[in-house]
Antibody, heavy 119, light 110 residues
Framework: EVQLVESGGGLVQPGGSLRLSCAASGFTFRSSWMSWVRQAPGKGLEWVANVKEDGSENYYVESVKGRFTISRDNAKSSLNLQMNSLRVEDTAVYFC????????????WGQGTLVIVSS | QTVVTQEPSFSVSPGGTVTLTCGLSSGSVSTRNLPSWYQQTPGQAPRTLIYNTNTRSPEVPDRFSGSILGNKAALIITGAQADDESDYYCVVFMGGGISVFGGGTKLTVL
């Protein structure tokens, strides 16, 4: 059974940093692209970032480019999202997700971790 | 900037059939966009219903189906039940490693 467990969320001030992690199991992590998707309170889903199997390629939604960095540790089956220069509008539940194919849309989802950016 | 369009809300009677659609602000959705559909209730993670246009996720009832209708992706729910009342999101793959979600449809069953 595929399991994705996020951690690292919390309260941070505007301009601050936070690092999210996702522990993956139940599939061959090193053979799968991975994604982050977020959902602001009361709003819809927003795709945030993708990283290739070996970490050599990554893609971001325009609003986080230059501030967020997606990375992975295949030895630990772990996905990360380093978030810098956080803004109030980054407040959201962040979901770790596994695409069903390549860098495509998600198939499997974690339960999410809440990030609140507020002074 | 690509916008993925969904009906903001829809209503269906118990036992009825409803078709939710997923379009693009410019152009058509095709199978190459790998359209996928998710169901979400408040406070829960999304649940994948349909991926790659028409592949049903395991344990999803066969009254949920996906297709391309005209220039849009579609999620068809037949025999709607009370617990189908949820938010439904579609997503399309735009290439270059980027996917875009629609704004979601709030489905009411009454």
């Amino acid at each position: 059974e595929v399991q994705l467990v996020e951690s690292g969320g919390g309260l941070v001030q505007p301009g601050g940093s936070l690092r999210l992690s996702c522990a993956a199991s139940g599939f061959t992590f090193r053979s799968s692209w991975m994604s982050w998707v977020r959902q602001a309170p009361g709003k819809g889903l927003e795709w945030v970032a993708n990283v290739k199997e070996d970490g050599s390629e990554n893609y971001y939604v325009e609003s986080v480019k230059g501030r967020f960095t997606i990375s992975r540790d295949n030895a630990k089956s772990s996905l990360n999202l380093q978030m810098n220069s956080l803004r109030v509008e980054d407040t959201a539940v962040y979901f770790c997700a596994r695409p069903f194919y390549g860098s495509g849309p998600p198939l499997n989802w974690g339960q999410g971790t809440l990030v609140i950016v507020s002074s | 900037q690509t916008v993925v369009t969904q009906e903001p809300s829809f209503s269906v009677s118990p036992g009825g059939t409803v078709t939710l659609t997923c379009g693009l602000s410019s152009g058509s959705v095709s199978t190459r966009n790998l359209p996928s559909w998710y169901q979400q209730t408040p406070g829960q993670a999304p649940r994948t219903l349909i991926y790659n246009t028409n592949t049903r996720s395991p344990e999803v009832p066969d009254r949920f189906s996906g297709s391309i209708l005209g220039n849009k992706a579609a999620l068809i729910i037949t025999g709607a039940q009370a617990d189908d009342e949820s938010d439904y999101y579609c997503v399309v793959f735009m290439g270059g490693g980027i996917s875009v979600f629609g704004g979601g449809t709030k489905l009411t069953v009454l």
